[in-house]
């Protein structure tokens, strides 16, 4: 039988929401960032899914994709942000699925599966039970819906899986166009089917076509199957390029069950397309089974991606992840490269095993460009059990074009999970999932991306009782990863006849490292003109002051009260911008952050409680914008919830409610610490409740 991995790996990995974050290291040449939660509930899942994406919208960074497929009791969501110079904390597209279809289980850029010039991605949705349980589905995005401030909320295709029971959707990945016509094809992977054999397993090949997409019929895609019971064949795919030195393209499929070289000691078939063919063959043309010594129950194909030209010649190469490999420690990990070539070497042409027991090193790979810029492609590891930062903290390395065998990691370049604030160590889970992240911030340089599912900032535990996890952004350069705006808000305030701008921001870089900040308010004319540039703060923020005029801080977030804009000319606009010199010496500039409408002054989203703490019945007050949607509820400290109190809509004003202590079925709940959560448009703001019997 197959084994999946064990509970010391894969529990506990919830993760909420998202924000956008960015530090640089002091100890690392490497810039890094990342995408983190900072309110929510657990068990989202959030990163346990990446994917670059090709450009969509022609600015010259690439945009990431990032899967949470936990989310509202798993029916899942993907958040996509578009790349450039700076980010804010929300992506400009959130698609969710319906539970319990674990919408975001995978997530993988495509091809231009349709012929429009832009490319597209796929969404898994293995645990979909839309014509059977657990049948899966595949959700497809056109990239050229996406070019003009995305709206997209539906898929432009739904595929939907053979049978209940296959998990269709639990990987996809890009195919190349492998029945060479032209057009771009993907390739899906259902772990669980019984085409074969109880979950022996299979992977469809979906074929792009002219501007209407691929076939949602599965009668019209190739098959691959497993070759005996519990293989779970399609655990992995991924595109194999001209790894088998020809002219056609392959793809390679992980079957990490596989019992050929012992009981789950797994095996990676490759399949060659052709050129211009009606139908292509189903037959493996290569088979790789591993060069461990220990093959027994190492899950071999556990994890399978395009290595890229990682030796250097013109042929891409194939990477192999064994996550329980015991080589070199119980569980410790292998991962394999095996050299493009007519007649590969099965059992891989170089290899590294995990440093210790249980870091299960080649759980997650990916291909990352040229990092240290050989000329020769790089590639990057996860191996999220490693213990060397606190117990199960995770850690990824890059193991670099051309490098030789290592016995152990130890040979390979390090990217620990180094604290990026407090309580960002132990049980983060650090390198569950890796990706490449293109070229995120137009930098002309290889980004990439690694996720620590299971991470929490102090702040977030501090404010919520929530593990929320965050996707760690990296790259080459010296040059800070696009991200440094965390938050950004401005709203009107009445003041007298004329009002004033409350502005509320937060950048990745810690306040104590922050030496001057400039403010400047922008006014453009209804044709994009700039009208007017005025400076209204210049200097250090200040920690025990308050009023208009006056920059403040709170040691984590910044505070100005403008108090001399105009409403802008009719149809124009009204912007701010942020330059922060950095005690190092480093220059942040963060342009046209917008200001806010021209509406009547109206009072955001926000929440309080009392007494608190309290015996018996809280009073609670709520307030968001003036018809805003709006849903206030009662979660405990494990994210669950307790009591639904208001869906509704805002006001402007403040209204109230009162909780009595108890759950949905008018039980009274125990002593203890909640929290009340209130979501807008604007966001989540929560507060700590407690109770006392």
């Not at 450039?84 to 997530?107: C, H, K, M, N, Y």
Request: net charge negative; hydrophobic share 40%; aromatic share 8%.
């Amino acid at each position: 039988m197959f084994r999946p991995l064990t509970r010391k790996h894969c529990a506990g990995l919830g993760i909420p929401g998202l924000a956008l974050v960015c530090t640089l290291a002091a100890a690392s040449a490497h810039a890094q960032g990342y995408f983190s939660d900072q309110l929510g509930v657990n068990n989202d899942l959030f990163g346990f899914s990446m994917s670059e994406l090709e450009d969509s919208n022609t600015d010259g960074a690439d945009e990431f994709l990032v899967g949470a497929p936990g989310d509202n009791f798993y029916a899942g969501k993907v958040f996509f942000w578009y790349g450039g110079p700076w980010v804010t904390a929300i992506p400009p597209v959130i698609l969710t699925g319906v539970a319990p279809e674990q919408f975001g289980r995978s997530v993988a850029r495509i091809g231009d599966v349709n012929n429009d010039g832009r490319d597209d991605f796929a969404v898994g949705a293995p645990m979909s039970n839309a014509g059977g349980a657990e049948r899966g589905r595949v959700y497809v995005f056109f990239g050229g819906s996406l070019t003009s401030g995305p709206a997209a909320t539906a898929a432009d295709l739904i595929i939907a899986g053979e049978d209940g029971g296959d998990r269709f959707g639990w990987s996809v990945s890009a195919a190349g166009d492998f029945d060479g016509d032209g057009h771009d094809d993907f390739i899906v992977g259902a772990p669980l089917s019984d085409n074969t054999g109880a979950n022996a397993g299979s992977a469809y090949l979906i074929y792009g076509a002219g501007s209407s997409g691929p076939s949602t019929d599965l009668a019209d895609a190739t098959v691959l199957n497993g070759l005996i019971a519990e293989d779970r064949f399609g655990w992995s795919v991924s595109d194999a390029g001209n790894f088998l030195a020809g002219s056609e393209d392959c793809v390679a499929v992980g079957a990490p069950g596989n019992n050929a070289q012992g009981a789950d000691a797994g095996a990676v078939y490759v399949f060659e397309g052709c050129l211009g063919c009606a139908t292509p063959d189903a037959v493996a043309d290569f088979t790789a089974i591993g060069g461990a010594t220990n093959k027994a129950n190492s899950q071999y194909g556990y994890a399978v991606r395009n290595a890229g030209r990682w030796s250097g010649d013109s042929l891409d190469d194939l990477a192999i992840g064994a996550p329980l490999c015991d080589d070199g420690g119980a569980e410790s990990g292998r991962v394999e490269i095996i050299f493009g070539a007519s007649s590969p070497v099965a059992t891989g042409d170089r290899y590294v095993a995990g440093e210790a027991a249980s870091d299960s090193l080649g759980l997650s790979l990916a291909r990352v460009g040229d990092v240290l810029g050989t000329s020769n492609e790089d590639l990057l590891i996860g191996a999220p059990g490693s213990d060397q930062s606190g117990s199960r903290a995770g850690r990824a390395y890059i193991y670099h074009g051309g490098q030789a065998s290592q016995v152990t990691a130890a040979g390979l370049d390090p990217y620990p999970n180094v604290p990026l604030r407090p309580g960002t160590a132990p049980d983060d889970l650090y390198g569950r999932t890796v990706a490449s992240a293109g070229d995120f911030d137009g930098d002309g340089l290889a980004d990439f991306a690694v996720a620590a599912p299971n991470g929490s900032s102090q702040t977030e535990v501090e404010e919520t009782g929530a593990i929320s996890g965050f996707v760690h952004l990296l790259h080459s350069s010296t040059g800070p990863v696009a991200a440094e705006m965390q938050s950004w808000r401005a709203a009107w305030v009445p003041s007298g006849d004329r009002g004033q701008v409350d502005l509320a921001f937060a950048l990745a870089e810690p306040v104590d490292n922050i030496a001057r900040l400039d403010l400047n308010r922008r006014v453009r004319d209804a044709r994009g003109r700039l009208v007017s540039e005025t400076a209204i703060w210049s200097g250090p923020a200040q920690r025990d002051a308050s009023g208009a005029g006056v920059l403040t801080t709170d040691g984590r977030a910044y505070r100005f009260v403008d108090p001399g804009p105009a409403a802008p000319p009719t149809g124009g606009a009204l912007s701010y911008a942020v330059t922060a010199a950095t005690q190092d010496g480093r220059t942040l500039a963060l342009q046209d952050l917008a200001g806010p409408s021209e509406a009547a002054p109206s009072y955001g989203l926000a929440v309080s409680a009392f007494p608190n703490p309290s015996r018996a019945q809280v009073s609670l007050s709520f307030r968001a914008l003036d018809g805003d949607a709006l849903e206030v509820n009662v979660f405990d400290v494990r994210g669950r919830l307790v009591r639904h109190l208001l869906s509704g809509a805002g006001t402007g004003a403040w209204m109230e409610t009162t909780w009595d202590g108890r759950n949905e079925a008018g039980q009274p709940v125990a002593e203890g610490v909640y929290f009340l959560c209130a979501h807008s448009s604007e966001g989540l703001r929560s507060r700590r409740l407690t109770l006392v019997r």
